[in-house]
């Protein structure tokens, strides 16, 4: 059983930073693709951002430019840093590991005022 943790959330003004981490158990964490997705309030999930066991980014659309994804396969965790943010960026962030099963993080909120 694989358990990831995010942390680093919290309130930030529009045109501020935060930088989020998801710690995760295990021992095949280099093996997974991660991702980090969100939900803002009566919105659906969304995907952020993904990174590859071999390293390959993918970012959608509305991020790109201003979040990065990275990940430290030493220390068995991913972080988004996440830049210039948004009031539309609103929302719980939740970590996810892709192998031979599907995880999820409890999720961390972020807030951004305008």
């Known amino acids: 059983q694989v358990q990831l943790v995010e942390s680093g959330g919290g309130l930030v003004q529009a045109g501020g930073s935060l930088r989020l981490s998801c710690a995760a158990s295990?021992?095949?964490?280099?093996?997974?693709?991660m991702a980090w997705y969100r939900q803002a309030p009566g919105k659906q999930r969304e995907l952020v951002a993904t990174?590859?066991?071999?390293?390959?980014?993918n970012y959608a659309d509305s991020v790109k430019g201003r979040f990065t994804i990275s990940r430290d396969n030493a220390k068995n965790t991913v972080a988004l840093q996440m830049n210039n943010l948004k009031p539309g960026g609103t929302a719980v962030y939740y970590c996810?590991?892709?192998?031979?099963?599907?995880?999820w993080g409890q999720g961390t909120q972020v807030t951004v005022s305008s």
């Open positions: 996810r590991g892709i192998w031979n099963r599907d995880y």
């Open positions: 990174i590859t066991s071999g390293g390959s980014l």
């Open positions: 295990g021992s095949a964490f280099r093996l997974y693709t």
